[in-house]
């Protein structure tokens, strides 16, 4: 089976919000869902981006939702969604494997080498979680991992709930002081969007053993 990787447009972007979206993380306690509001804000202002892998029927088998930089060196995974009749398989494997492979075509194209930089990826700590919250993570740990990203130190708060940051290379790994700023040339961008910056993002990690 022949698979393609599209970045979808406006109309598409908001139809996924819509029929996907609100019903996989709304309302879900281990997920933040923006509003509808917030996701026009950033597609005007260029601030996000969704990739969609399509099967050789043109049938939609899984999407990424991602919050990127003003210059698109840097993404952050928002939203990952897998069509119910399409889990256990190794899509999602397929679907990162070309958008990295996309982003540098596109690099190579615009004749930039150190860009882009790479994608973060944000998972919800589960401290002293039970046991199926914490075999969950293992099993998101693995799998980027697999991809070939790599933990950070960076550690958001949203609303007391504390965040793991792992970041997944394109062109460079970056160093911990770079990942610090690139991470927080996106916040900067994006917190306007969202009516209570406080409740949305309440601090950052600021030393990690004195080396972030």
């Known amino acids: 089976m022949d698979f393609t990787l599209k970045e979808l447009g406006k109309k598409e972007i908001l139809s996924l919000y819509r029929r996907f979206l609100t019903k996989f993380f709304n309302g879900n306690d281990e997920s933040f869902l923006i509003s509808e509001a917030a996701v026009r804000w950033l597609i005007a202002r260029e601030l996000c981006c969704c990739y969609g892998l399509y099967d050789d029927k043109n049938h939609l088998i899984c999407f990424g939702f991602f919050i990127n930089d003003k210059l698109k060196r840097v993404m952050l995974l928002d939203y990952f969604v897998v069509l119910k009749k399409y889990r256990g398989y190794n899509y999602p494997e397929i679907f990162f494997g070309l958008l990295r492979e ?6 190579k194209e615009k004749d930039v080498k150190s860009l882009p930089f790479g994608i973060f990826i944000e998972l919800m700590g589960v401290g002293a979680g ?6 969950k993570r293992q099993q998101e740990l693995d799998f ?5 990203a790599y933990m950070t130190d ?6 007391g709930d504390e965040y793991n940051i792992m970041f997944l290379p394109i062109s460079i790994r970056l160093s911990r002081s770079e990942l610090k700023t690139e991470f927080l040339n996106i916040y900067k961008e994006i917190l306007p969007s969202f ?7 309440i601090r950052l990690t600021e030393e990690v053993d004195g080396l972030i």
């Open 130 to 135: 039970i046991d199926k919250l914490l075999k």
């Open 195 to 201: 009516k209570d910056k406080k409740k949305y993002i």
């Open 154 to 159: 960076i550690v958001p708060v949203f609303d």
């Open 144 to 148: 980027y991992r697999s991809l070939g």
């Open 102 to 107: 996309m982003l540098a075509e596109e690099a």
